[in-house]
């Protein structure tokens, strides 16, 4: 990120004065958990966006991302804050300042900004979620609101479901708000109430797996599993008070799930709730010390999203079975959405380099094209940084 600072003299003839920073994130365990009521276990990475920017005299907004630089320098008035499809990646920042002015925070004035992310794009790490909090820290930083983190959150969701018009939950913004170094958050995506849980790698790395597949399908079916789990629902209520399948225990479903007419509906509520358990459990092992159960708790989670919940795809599925086949694997498993993006592993440090190798080559072999593999870092949330960290 050495280049912000000079970009930023090149484009806006002047020197920048703040530097901030927001996480991508990734899950480790409870996917399709969070619109079910369950829980999730993000945590924040240290791969992300980062920002430098300057208060104008004006009501210009002024911003340019390294990372599209043929789109160049996009402007708006702090007084004109539609969305705008020519406007592209600008719309999340731009959605941003104005949910913050409508929440009655006062930005008196625009701002000149450069930003670079290295997020692999298209991964599914949640880089549109890093651009939201990225913007909600640079302008509660630059005109000192003291907004709360919490809120922060809450907007950037905002953002995502009103603005944008993606129908998605809170756990990317949350985990990027509140990540910290070296653990994992479990929140529960009803009530916002939360658990940060050490997590002590030891001699152990994560490694994202990124499949190079778009994932095309992936709102087409998401919005078809939340359809089949709210018919699950429904069939149980006619028995049971509950609210959310995210209530009920593995034995209390057991018990019930006559009561779900369809097969396949069935499966879907089963992958809910014994996920839901399954990310409670990595909770309680973590906070243990106990990684290698944690490893098999997500192998589990795996199979349930590959039989049960099957979102997973035959590219997600030839990256997750040639890991489990790989020496110092401790568990492996699909993270996001599925229909692609991306899976993790956490793997021993002497068998990283192999691992890669034999997995990348399995891959290419299976698929036909290459995947590609970062070692990740677990790091805190978005944060303004020291001007020095950019330069």
């Not at 990372?67 to 592209?88: Q, R, V």
């Not at 409670?280 to 039989?307: P, T, V, W, Y």
């Not at 192999?354 to 399995?362: L, P, R, T």
Request: with cysteine; glycine share 8%.
């Amino acid at each position: 990120m050495m280049t912000l600072r000079t970009t930023f003299i090149d484009l806006f003839r002047t020197e920048p004065r703040n530097a901030f920073f927001a996480p991508g994130r990734i899950n480790l365990i409870g996917e399709h958990t969070d619109y079910n009521g369950g829980h999730v276990f993000p945590c924040a990475i240290t791969y992300g966006t980062y920002a430098v920017a300057k208060k104008r005299e004006d009501q210009l907004i002024r911003l340019y991302s390294a990372n599209f630089p043929e789109k160049g320098i996009i402007e708006f008035d702090l007084n004109h804050l539609n969305y705008a499809t020519e406007d592209n990646w600008a719309n999340y920042p731009k959605g941003m300042i104005r949910y913050i002015i409508e929440a009655g925070y006062q930005i008196p004035a625009g701002f000149d900004c450069v930003i670079q992310g290295n997020i692999p794009n298209g991964a599914g790490l949640s880089s549109s979620a890093s651009i939201e909090l990225l913007t909600g820290v640079l302008v509660n930083g630059l005109y000192q609101l003291e907004i709360l983190s919490i809120e922060l959150i809450k907007l950037g969701k905002q953002v995502e479901n009103q603005f944008i018009g993606v129908n998605s939950g809170i756990m990317d913004q949350f985990a990027i708000g509140m990540g910290k170094k070296d653990a994992g958050i479990l929140l529960d995506c009803q009530t916002l109430s939360y658990d940060y849980a050490p997590i002590k790698l030891e001699n152990n790395k994560i490694l994202i797996m990124n499949t190079n597949k778009r994932r095309e399908l992936a709102d087409s079916k998401y919005n078809e599993r939340r359809r089949e789990c709210e018919e699950a629902l429904a069939q149980l209520q006619q028995k049971l008070p509950i609210e959310s399948l995210g209530q009920l225990s593995e034995e209390e479903f057991e018990t019930n799930k006559f009561l779900i007419t369809n097969e396949t509906v069935r499966k879907r509520a089963k992958h809910a709730v014994y996920e839901n358990v399954r990310t409670i459990k990595a909770l309680q092992e973590l906070k243990a010390g106990n990684l290698e159960a944690f490893g098999q708790l997500m192998n589990q989670s795996h199979l349930s999203l590959r039989d049960d919940y099957e979102v997973t795809g035959k590219e997600l599925d030839s990256l997750v079975e040639a890991a489990w086949k790989q020496p110092g694997v401790i568990g492996s498993r699909m993270t996001g959405a599925g229909f692609g993006g991306c899976a993790i592993a956490i793997v021993a440090n002497e068998e990283v380099e192999n691992f890669i190798a034999n997995v990348g080559s399995a891959y290419r072999e299976k698929i036909g094209y290459v995947a590609d593999f970062y070692v990740a870092s677990i790091g805190d949330g978005a944060k303004e940084l020291e001007m020095e960290a950019v330069r």
